[in-house]
Protein backbone atom coordinates (compact mmCIF):
# COMPACT_ATOMS: atom_id res chain seq x y z
CA UNK A 1 0.00 0.00 0.00
CA UNK A 2 1.27 3.12 -0.82
CA UNK A 3 0.83 6.96 0.44
CA UNK A 4 1.11 10.23 -0.75
CA UNK A 5 2.68 12.30 2.07
CA UNK A 6 5.30 14.35 0.15
CA UNK A 7 5.27 15.55 -3.54
CA UNK A 8 8.61 13.27 -3.39
CA UNK A 9 6.39 9.74 -3.16
CA UNK A 10 5.74 10.37 -6.79
CA UNK A 11 8.14 10.02 -9.80
CA UNK A 12 8.47 12.05 -12.16
CA UNK A 13 7.06 9.33 -14.38
CA UNK A 14 4.14 8.75 -11.97
CA UNK A 15 3.76 12.70 -12.13
CA UNK A 16 3.66 12.59 -15.71
CA UNK A 17 1.31 9.75 -15.88
CA UNK A 18 -1.20 11.11 -13.33
CA UNK A 19 -1.20 14.47 -15.34
CA UNK A 20 -2.10 12.15 -18.81
CA UNK A 21 -4.68 10.59 -16.81
CA UNK A 22 -6.30 13.84 -15.64
CA UNK A 23 -6.15 15.11 -19.04
CA UNK A 24 -7.81 12.46 -20.50
CA UNK A 25 -10.44 12.43 -17.77
CA UNK A 26 -11.31 16.53 -19.34
CA UNK A 27 -11.65 15.00 -22.66
CA UNK A 28 -13.39 12.18 -21.27
CA UNK A 29 -15.86 12.28 -18.04
CA UNK A 30 -18.05 9.41 -19.09
CA UNK A 31 -15.32 6.65 -19.79
CA UNK A 32 -14.56 7.20 -15.90
CA UNK A 33 -17.73 8.06 -14.26
CA UNK A 34 -18.30 4.32 -12.63
CA UNK A 35 -14.23 3.44 -12.32
CA UNK A 36 -15.07 3.51 -8.39
CA UNK A 37 -18.42 2.22 -8.39
CA UNK A 38 -18.32 0.58 -4.60
CA UNK A 39 -15.49 2.66 -3.13
CA UNK A 40 -15.49 4.91 -0.53
CA UNK A 41 -13.55 7.83 0.38
CA UNK A 42 -13.03 9.48 3.75
CA UNK A 43 -12.08 13.18 3.75
CA UNK A 44 -10.71 14.48 7.81
CA UNK A 45 -10.46 17.63 7.97
CA UNK A 46 -8.86 18.85 11.10
CA UNK A 47 -8.02 22.40 9.60
CA UNK A 48 -10.38 24.58 7.04
CA UNK A 49 -10.64 23.80 3.73
CA UNK A 50 -13.19 24.60 0.92
CA UNK A 51 -11.17 23.69 -2.70
CA UNK A 52 -9.14 20.53 -1.45
CA UNK A 53 -11.58 18.60 0.59
CA UNK A 54 -15.17 19.29 -2.08
CA UNK A 55 -12.44 18.82 -4.76
CA UNK A 56 -11.64 15.35 -3.56
CA UNK A 57 -15.66 14.65 -2.58
CA UNK A 58 -16.71 15.37 -6.12
CA UNK A 59 -13.64 14.23 -7.84
CA UNK A 60 -14.67 10.49 -5.66
CA UNK A 61 -18.44 11.04 -6.59
CA UNK A 62 -17.31 11.98 -9.93
CA UNK A 63 -15.88 8.49 -10.16
CA UNK A 64 -19.17 6.98 -9.50
CA UNK A 65 -17.94 6.50 -5.67
CA UNK A 66 -19.37 8.06 -2.33
CA UNK A 67 -17.71 9.83 0.38
CA UNK A 68 -17.82 10.57 4.28
CA UNK A 69 -16.14 12.19 6.82
CA UNK A 70 -15.88 15.40 8.95
CA UNK A 71 -14.69 19.10 7.92
CA UNK A 72 -13.56 19.90 11.40
CA UNK A 73 -11.77 18.45 14.51
CA UNK A 74 -14.62 19.45 16.91
CA UNK A 75 -17.20 17.25 15.47
CA UNK A 76 -14.65 14.28 15.65
CA UNK A 77 -13.80 12.20 19.01
CA UNK A 78 -10.63 13.87 18.47
CA UNK A 79 -12.11 16.85 20.63
CA UNK A 80 -12.37 14.06 23.31
CA UNK A 81 -8.89 13.29 23.18
CA UNK A 82 -9.00 10.47 20.73
CA UNK A 83 -5.25 10.43 19.06
CA UNK A 84 -5.17 10.74 15.56
CA UNK A 85 -3.41 7.22 14.93
CA UNK A 86 -6.42 5.81 16.91
CA UNK A 87 -8.75 7.84 14.86
CA UNK A 88 -7.76 6.97 11.44
CA UNK A 89 -7.02 3.19 12.22
CA UNK A 90 -10.99 3.10 12.98
CA UNK A 91 -12.14 5.30 10.12
CA UNK A 92 -9.55 2.73 7.90
CA UNK A 93 -12.73 -0.01 8.88
CA UNK A 94 -15.55 2.48 7.36
CA UNK A 95 -13.64 3.54 4.06
CA UNK A 96 -11.18 2.45 0.90
CA UNK A 97 -8.68 5.91 1.27
CA UNK A 98 -8.65 8.62 3.56
CA UNK A 99 -7.88 12.59 2.42
CA UNK A 100 -6.16 13.88 5.38
CA UNK A 101 -5.70 17.91 6.43
CA UNK A 102 -4.09 18.87 9.92
CA UNK A 103 -2.57 22.08 11.54
CA UNK A 104 0.34 19.79 12.54
CA UNK A 105 3.51 18.90 10.15
CA UNK A 106 3.62 15.25 10.15
CA UNK A 107 0.39 14.22 11.20
CA UNK A 108 -0.65 12.10 7.94
CA UNK A 109 2.79 10.73 7.74
CA UNK A 110 2.12 9.62 11.53
CA UNK A 111 -1.33 8.80 10.59
CA UNK A 112 -0.26 6.74 7.71
CA UNK A 113 2.43 4.37 10.12
CA UNK A 114 -1.10 2.84 11.77
CA UNK A 115 -3.27 3.44 8.37
CA UNK A 116 -4.86 0.39 6.95
CA UNK A 117 -6.09 2.28 3.74
CA UNK A 118 -3.97 4.47 1.96
CA UNK A 119 -3.79 8.29 3.20
CA UNK A 120 -3.65 11.36 1.05
CA UNK A 121 -1.92 14.03 2.80
CA UNK A 122 -4.25 17.21 2.39
CA UNK A 123 -1.98 20.24 3.85
CA UNK A 124 -0.20 19.54 7.08
CA UNK A 125 0.56 23.33 8.60
CA UNK A 126 3.11 24.35 6.94
CA UNK A 127 5.07 21.83 5.93
CA UNK A 128 3.40 20.30 2.21
CA UNK A 129 0.77 20.07 0.59
CA UNK A 130 1.28 17.31 -2.31
CA UNK A 131 -2.33 17.42 -4.18
CA UNK A 132 -2.17 21.13 -4.40
CA UNK A 133 1.13 20.91 -6.09
CA UNK A 134 -0.33 18.20 -8.41
CA UNK A 135 -3.17 20.81 -9.31
CA UNK A 136 -0.88 23.73 -10.03
CA UNK A 137 1.78 20.78 -12.25
CA UNK A 138 -1.58 19.97 -13.97
CA UNK A 139 -2.57 23.54 -14.49
CA UNK A 140 0.91 24.62 -15.78
CA UNK A 141 1.17 21.64 -18.39
CA UNK A 142 -2.17 22.94 -19.18
CA UNK A 143 -2.14 26.66 -19.70
CA UNK A 144 1.88 26.46 -20.53
CA UNK A 145 2.25 23.10 -23.09
CA UNK A 146 4.88 22.28 -20.75
CA UNK A 147 6.87 21.51 -17.58
CA UNK A 148 10.17 22.88 -18.47
CA UNK A 149 12.21 26.03 -18.92
CA UNK A 150 10.20 28.10 -16.74
CA UNK A 151 11.04 31.08 -15.06
CA UNK A 152 8.57 30.91 -11.85
CA UNK A 153 8.29 34.00 -9.25
CA UNK A 154 7.18 33.07 -5.98
CA UNK A 155 5.34 36.18 -4.25
CA UNK A 156 4.40 36.62 -0.79
CA UNK A 157 4.31 34.45 2.08
CA UNK A 158 7.22 32.02 1.80
CA UNK A 159 7.78 30.83 4.84
CA UNK A 160 4.38 29.21 6.32
CA UNK A 161 2.80 28.66 2.33
CA UNK A 162 3.18 25.28 2.40
CA UNK A 163 2.17 25.05 -1.18
CA UNK A 164 5.16 26.65 -2.03
CA UNK A 165 7.44 24.27 -0.47
CA UNK A 166 5.76 21.41 -2.41
CA UNK A 167 6.09 23.58 -5.48
CA UNK A 168 9.66 24.22 -5.80
CA UNK A 169 10.37 20.35 -4.14
CA UNK A 170 8.27 19.04 -7.53
CA UNK A 171 9.28 21.62 -10.06
CA UNK A 172 13.14 20.87 -9.58
CA UNK A 173 12.86 17.74 -11.31
CA UNK A 174 12.21 19.40 -14.37
CA UNK A 175 15.16 20.98 -16.45
CA UNK A 176 16.13 24.50 -16.93
CA UNK A 177 14.09 26.31 -14.38
CA UNK A 178 14.68 29.13 -12.39
CA UNK A 179 13.05 30.84 -9.31
CA UNK A 180 12.38 34.27 -8.24
CA UNK A 181 11.47 34.30 -4.54
CA UNK A 182 9.55 37.86 -3.87
CA UNK A 183 8.63 37.95 -0.02
CA UNK A 184 9.18 40.78 2.71
CA UNK A 185 12.38 39.69 5.32
CA UNK A 186 9.88 38.29 7.40
CA UNK A 187 8.18 35.54 5.16
CA UNK A 188 11.48 34.62 3.39
CA UNK A 189 11.91 30.92 2.06
CA UNK A 190 12.64 28.51 4.60
CA UNK A 191 16.58 27.49 4.70
CA UNK A 192 15.54 23.89 4.77
CA UNK A 193 13.86 24.52 0.94
CA UNK A 194 16.47 26.93 -0.05
CA UNK A 195 19.74 24.80 1.14
CA UNK A 196 18.07 21.67 0.96
CA UNK A 197 16.17 21.51 -1.92
CA UNK A 198 17.17 24.40 -4.11
CA UNK A 199 20.65 24.35 -3.80
CA UNK A 200 21.29 20.69 -3.58
CA UNK A 201 19.61 20.38 -7.01
CA UNK A 202 21.47 23.58 -8.36
CA UNK A 203 18.78 25.58 -9.17
CA UNK A 204 19.19 29.09 -9.84
CA UNK A 205 17.46 31.29 -7.64
CA UNK A 206 17.15 34.89 -6.48
CA UNK A 207 15.60 36.89 -3.99
CA UNK A 208 13.82 40.56 -3.92
CA UNK A 209 11.16 42.25 -1.94
CA UNK A 210 9.86 44.20 -4.66
CA UNK A 211 7.33 42.11 -7.11
CA UNK A 212 7.99 44.48 -10.32
CA UNK A 213 11.47 43.84 -10.10
CA UNK A 214 11.26 40.94 -12.08
CA UNK A 215 8.16 40.87 -13.43
CA UNK A 216 9.03 40.82 -17.00
CA UNK A 217 10.82 37.97 -16.87
CA UNK A 218 8.66 35.58 -15.60
CA UNK A 219 6.37 32.82 -17.40
CA UNK A 220 4.38 31.86 -14.24
CA UNK A 221 3.63 34.37 -10.97
CA UNK A 222 2.15 32.24 -8.20
CA UNK A 223 0.92 34.70 -5.52
CA UNK A 224 0.19 33.03 -2.26
CA UNK A 225 -1.60 34.65 0.86
CA UNK A 226 -0.25 35.44 4.30
CA UNK A 227 -1.30 32.57 6.03
CA UNK A 228 -2.67 34.26 9.15
CA UNK A 229 -3.18 30.77 10.90
CA UNK A 230 0.33 30.34 11.06
CA UNK A 231 1.62 33.63 13.03
CA UNK A 232 2.13 33.88 17.18
CA UNK A 233 1.75 37.31 17.08
CA UNK A 234 -1.41 39.44 15.21
CA UNK A 235 0.59 42.47 15.16
CA UNK A 236 3.03 40.90 12.67
CA UNK A 237 0.18 38.98 10.74
CA UNK A 238 -1.62 42.55 9.84
CA UNK A 239 1.87 44.47 9.71
CA UNK A 240 2.62 42.17 6.26
CA UNK A 241 -0.52 41.01 4.94
CA UNK A 242 -1.19 43.85 2.84
CA UNK A 243 2.48 43.82 2.19
CA UNK A 244 1.73 43.01 -1.95
CA UNK A 245 -1.30 43.31 -3.80
CA UNK A 246 -1.36 42.52 -7.40
CA UNK A 247 -2.74 45.41 -9.62
CA UNK A 248 -3.32 45.85 -13.46
CA UNK A 249 -0.64 48.33 -12.69
CA UNK A 250 1.93 45.75 -11.48
CA UNK A 251 1.42 43.89 -14.85
CA UNK A 252 2.66 46.32 -16.91
CA UNK A 253 5.97 45.08 -18.10
CA UNK A 254 4.47 41.49 -17.45
CA UNK A 255 5.15 39.12 -20.85
CA UNK A 256 1.74 38.90 -23.07
CA UNK A 257 1.39 34.86 -22.00
CA UNK A 258 2.29 35.01 -18.27
CA UNK A 259 0.21 32.66 -16.20
CA UNK A 260 -0.45 34.09 -13.29
CA UNK A 261 -1.82 31.36 -10.39
CA UNK A 262 -2.54 30.86 -6.66
CA UNK A 263 -3.76 28.11 -4.73
CA UNK A 264 -6.44 30.88 -3.11
CA UNK A 265 -8.06 31.83 -1.04
CA UNK A 266 -7.24 35.04 -2.28
CA UNK A 267 -7.45 37.63 0.52
CA UNK A 268 -6.04 41.13 -0.85
CA UNK A 269 -2.88 39.88 -2.43
CA UNK A 270 -4.59 40.23 -5.94
CA UNK A 271 -6.72 42.92 -6.76
CA UNK A 272 -10.03 42.01 -8.04
CA UNK A 273 -9.27 43.97 -11.29
CA UNK A 274 -6.94 41.10 -12.11
CA UNK A 275 -9.60 38.71 -12.98
CA UNK A 276 -10.59 39.65 -16.10
CA UNK A 277 -7.20 38.96 -17.76
CA UNK A 278 -7.27 36.08 -19.20
CA UNK A 279 -3.52 35.56 -17.83
CA UNK A 280 -5.09 35.29 -14.51
CA UNK A 281 -5.75 31.46 -14.38
CA UNK A 282 -6.32 31.03 -10.56
CA UNK A 283 -10.00 30.15 -11.14
CA UNK A 284 -9.14 27.43 -13.96
CA UNK A 285 -6.31 26.25 -11.38
CA UNK A 286 -9.30 25.24 -8.69
CA UNK A 287 -11.30 23.56 -11.64
CA UNK A 288 -8.00 21.32 -12.78
CA UNK A 289 -7.81 20.61 -8.61
CA UNK A 290 -10.64 18.06 -9.56
CA UNK A 291 -9.50 16.20 -12.29
CA UNK A 292 -6.09 15.67 -10.64
CA UNK A 293 -7.38 14.27 -7.27
CA UNK A 294 -9.50 11.67 -9.42
CA UNK A 295 -6.49 11.12 -11.85
CA UNK A 296 -4.98 10.24 -8.13
CA UNK A 297 -7.62 8.78 -6.15
CA UNK A 298 -7.63 5.76 -9.44
CA UNK A 299 -3.71 5.36 -9.08
CA UNK A 300 -4.13 5.17 -5.48
CA UNK A 301 -7.20 2.29 -5.33
CA UNK A 302 -5.19 0.84 -7.91
CA UNK A 303 -7.89 0.99 -10.62
CA UNK A 304 -7.30 0.20 -14.00
N1 LIG B 1 -5.70 25.60 -2.04
C1 LIG B 1 -6.26 25.11 -0.92
O1 LIG B 1 -5.68 24.25 -0.24
O2 LIG B 1 -7.48 25.64 -0.62
P1 LIG B 1 -8.39 25.19 0.61
O3 LIG B 1 -7.65 25.61 1.88
O4 LIG B 1 -9.69 25.90 0.42
O5 LIG B 1 -8.51 23.71 0.56
Known amino acids: ?12 EEIDNLIKVAKDIIANPEKYS ?16 TRTRLSFESAMLSLGGNVLGFSEASSSSVSKGESVSDTIRVVGCYCDIIAMRHPKEGAPFVASIKSTVPIINAGDGGHNHPT ?56 KLPEYVKKGVLEKNNIEYCETKDIEEYMGDLDI ?67 YGRYIRMALILKMLEVK
Open 1 to 12: MKHLIDIKDLSI
Open 34 to 49: HKCDGKKLATLFFEPS
Open 132 to 187: QTLTDLLTIECEKNRLDNLTIGLCGDLKFGRTVHSLITAMCRYKNIKFVLISPDEL
Open 221 to 287: LYMTRVQKERFFNEADYIRLKDYYILNKNKLKKAKKDLCILHPLPRVNEISTDVDDDPRACYFRQAN
